[in-house]
């Protein structure tokens, strides 16, 4: 691919209001519009009538995560469903050193432990991932290899005296224990072009200035050629400087188990605003939302503070969070993806309180889309179909009030990252970030597809590899 031209034409682009018009890229900026006609030697690319919008931005996204699961093996569903299949693909799995697994739900055999995975791996160091992303598993050798030498972490579970396995809240311990470097991003950053994304909100809440760092490193060599706006801990610097890299939120991780004291959080909330920062807050649960609800009584608001997931939301604290004038970032397509599992094991009347789309809109709250990868599906118009459709895989509907039109979920990713309540346009002057589709908006839109992605662009750049056909 040409990664370094900076001058294009592209001809006959369908605009979302429908207008077709050549837009002319120059030094990473949209600099003309309407029908021109072209320069010499510039590159001229013929969009026949295919869509052009602004490049998709992921609103909450776990980067490094994303990337080390990529070389990960796959343990919960729907890839693996019962414990005959996670044996299988655990004994299956090449190598003899650790064996890194991902996505486990406790559906596939209950609630794992070091004696459960030793009858299906003994002799090799194993650990699994819960698809919370809050808890690991590990077998009798992993244990034996964290705990070479070195006291336990307040998080690994013990029971009867002896070590369960089961370790909770041990990221960062873990990393140090393991000497863990940040993983290369080349295959995420290329992974996302592919599905039309131009920007990313990392949102992990330990980030700090050594993943910024990495981050700033894996961007100048081009592995990550998407835009950043990176979220984290309060301590988090962006000390490399680095282009399309931005300071974000700084993330309040709950924990409904052991919220932390009202004036604590509060204190983390009011330094976040001193340091001219917003905050985003983790609501999986009705608690953990009414609590978020709550601490910004104590603490204060700032414009563009936010929530994320809002998993289960009831009517009065919709209501609560539009007046508050808070922004949600969802996740749409848990429902296609977990769907039948929240159908088993949520209370019926729960169930249409699960990521809500429809109501939030109608209720005037900004909300914005995001993946949550790896812990959810990195593909963006996989969660507009979800939205869309609020359908599972098993084929049951699951709060159909809150389905979305495909423009109303498409919307959800063309939000402005640093102010979610601005939409993007495709425009003269608006930075070149931009998606083209095979096919106009009329057609695109029954199918919801990232095979529809044709080429895409950051700076006027392109980052992907789909064009066919080559430079006039």
């Known amino acids: 691919m040409d990664c370094d031209r900076r001058a294009m034409l592209i001809r006959r682009a369908e605009l979302l209001d429908g207008r077709v018009v050549d837009v002319r ?14 320069h010499p030697g510039e590159a001229l690319l013929d969009a026949a009538g295919g869509l052009l919008l602004p490049g998709l931005h992921d609103h909450h996204i776990h980067v490094a995560a994303l990337a080390a699961s990529l070389s990960s093996v796959r343990c919960g569903p729907p890839d693996i469903v019962d414990a ?42 194993i650990r699994i991932q819960h698809r919370s992303g809050r808890m690991w598993f590990l077998n009798s050798e992993g244990l034996a290899r964290i705990l070479e030498g070195r006291d336990a972490p307040p998080g690994l579970e013990r029971e009867h005296g ?18 863990a470097s940040p ?36 961007m100048a060599r081009g592995a ?34 052991r919220l932390a004291a009202l004036d604590e959080a509060a204190r983390f909330v009011a330094a976040a605003h001193a340091q ?49 004038g808070l922004a949600v970032v969802t996740q749409p397509h848990f429902i296609a993806e977990r769907g039948d599992s929240y159908r088993r094991d949520v209370e019926t009347d729960v169930q249409p309180l699960l990521y809500r789309l429809r109501a939030f809109t109608a209720a005037g709250v900004t909300l914005a889309g995001g993946s949550d990868a ?3 599906n990195a593909d963006p118009w996989a969660a507009m179909a979800a939205a869309v459709s609020r359908t599972t895989r098993g084929g049951a509907v699951i709060g159909a009030d809150e389905a979305l039109t495909p423009e109303q979920a ?42 529809d992605v044709r080429a895409v662009f950051v700076d006027g750049r392109r980052i992907d590899d789909r064009i066919d056909q080559p430079p006039a």
């Open 84 to 125: 005959s299949g996670l044996e299988e693909t655990l004994r299956a799995a090449p190598g003899t050193e650790w064996l890194r697994g991902t996505g486990y739900h406790e559906s596939v055999a209950g609630l794992l432990d070091a004696r459960m995975i030793d009858d299906f791996v003994a002799d090799r160091p």
């Open 224 to 257: 990550l050629p998407q835009r950043v706006l990176l979220a984290g801990s309060l301590g988090l610097k962006i000390a490399d400087v680095a282009p399309r890299l931005t300071l974000g939120p700084a993330k309040l991780h709950l924990h409904e188990a």
């Open 374 to 376: 790896p812990f959810g």
């Open 276 to 324: 001219g920062r917003v905050v985003a807050v983790h609501c999986a649960t009705e608690v953990e939302l009414l609590y978020t609800l709550a601490l910004f009584d104590e603490a204060g608001i700032a414009a563009g503070d936010r929530i994320e997931h809002a998993s289960v939301t009831p009517d009065f604290a919709l209501d609560e969070i539009a007046r508050r």
């Open 183 to 218: 993983p290369s991003f080349a295959a995420v950053g290329a992974m996302l072009a592919r599905l039309g994304v131009t920007g990313v909100t990392e949102i992990s809440p330990a980030n700090d200035a050594v993943i910024a760092r990495h981050f700033a490193r894996e």
């Open 410 to 451: 498409l919307d959800l990713y063309l939000c402005d990252p640093v102010a979610l309540d601005r939409r993007r346009e495709v425009g003269v002057g608006a930075v070149a970030d931009l998606c083209l589709l095979h096919r106009p908006w009329r057609e695109a839109r029954t199918s919801l597809s990232s095979r």
């Open 162 to 179: 002896r070590f369960t396995g089961r370790l909770f809240e041990g990221d960062a311990w873990l990393r140090t224990v393991l000497a």
């Open 25 to 38: 890229l120059e030094e990473g900026m949209i600099v003309a519009m309407g029908a021109l006609a072209a």
